[in-house]
């Protein structure tokens, strides 16, 4: 069974092992998901110059790693900082968590939203729709207020603010799918899926079911 590494852009050990059991959940018997995070940069991605230091923070990462025998990568911050450079470098499947996420939400032409909690990320989450093709199908971001590293660190504040932005995207905009729009929120996004009557879609499991099907295993 697959070997599969799981980089967490955002430089928090703690974050890492959330989201290694996220993925480790969704994993197919027997597949091994192994975390490793970036050494600098901030514990949770915020802006846009930090999603772009973290793409370098990234392959930094798979090279000290990449002797390994990976079998695919997880790239575990939305956004996606780093893959590209990986997809030229790595010669195993490259999955990020915001492009696994918005294909499994648009699938079947389904309108879709994201809830998340950084407005200075708004723009580069936007260009990664477009990128995939989705623009079409994206009814758009629907914000928390207030800090988002404060926010995220409360976890019951954190689930009602973006419950509430899920609410949104669905009465508001439309969406027939809510993306929780964040590496860090994985566990959030969990405890909102039972909540309302779209799909809710957590990043990280969504990247390792698309990976599994890359690797033809059976999550």
Same mark, same amino acid.
């Given at each position: 069974?697959?070997?599969?590494?799981l980089?967490?852009?955002n430089?928090s050990v703690?974050?890492t092992?959330?989201?290694?059991?996220i993925?480790?959940?969704?994993a197919?018997?027997g597949?091994r998901?192994t975390g490793?995070?970036?050494? +600098? #940069?901030? &514990?949770m991605?915020v802006?846009? =110059?930090?999603?772009n230091?973290?793409a370098?923070?990234v392959?930094? %990462?798979?090279?000290?790693?990449?002797g390994?025998?990976?079998d695919?990568v997880i790239?575990?911050?939305?956004g996606?900082?780093g893959?590209?450079?990986?997809?030229?470098e790595a010669?195993?499947?490259?999955?990020g968590?915001?492009e696994a996420?918005?294909?499994?939400?648009?699938?079947?032409g389904?309108r879709?939203?994201?809830?998340?909690?950084?407005?200075d990320?708004?723009v580069?989450?936007?260009a990664r729709?477009?990128a995939?093709g989705?623009g079409?199908q994206?009814s758009?971001?629907r914000l928390? +207020? #207030?800090d &988002?590293r404060a926010l995220?660190a =409360?976890a019951?504040a954190l689930?009602?603010?973006?419950a509430?932005? %899920?609410?949104r995207c669905?009465?508001?905009?439309g969406?027939?799918a809510?993306?929780?729009?964040g590496g860090?929120?994985?566990?959030?996004a969990l405890?909102l899926?039972?909540?309302?009557?779209?799909?809710?879609?957590?990043?990280?499991g969504?990247?390792?079911?698309?990976?599994?099907?890359?690797?033809?295993v059976?999550?």
């Amino acid at each position: 069974m697959p070997d599969i590494l799981l980089i967490n852009p955002n430089a928090s050990v703690a974050t890492t092992d959330m989201m290694v059991g996220i993925a480790s959940a969704e994993a197919p018997a027997g597949c091994r998901v192994t975390g490793r995070t970036a050494v +600098q #940069g901030p &514990p949770m991605i915020v802006n846009e =110059d930090e999603l772009n230091a973290a793409a370098h923070e990234v392959l930094k %990462v798979w090279r000290a790693a990449a002797g390994e025998g990976w079998d695919g990568v997880i790239v575990s911050a939305f956004g996606d900082p780093g893959v590209a450079l990986l997809r030229r470098e790595a010669g195993v499947p490259v999955v990020g968590i915001a492009e696994a996420s918005m294909l499994a939400a648009g699938e079947g032409g389904r309108r879709f939203g994201i809830a998340t909690v950084t407005p200075d990320l708004v723009v580069p989450i936007e260009a990664r729709a477009a990128a995939l093709g989705l623009g079409a199908q994206f009814s758009g971001i629907r914000l928390t +207020q #207030g800090d &988002p590293r404060a926010l995220a660190a =409360d976890a019951k504040a954190l689930e009602e603010a973006l419950a509430q932005a %899920v609410q949104r995207c669905i009465d508001d905009d439309g969406a027939q799918a809510v993306i929780i729009g964040g590496g860090p929120l994985g566990q959030a996004a969990l405890a909102l899926a039972p909540r309302f009557d779209v799909p809710v879609i957590a990043p990280i499991g969504a990247a390792m079911r698309l990976l599994c099907s890359k690797l033809a295993v059976t999550p």
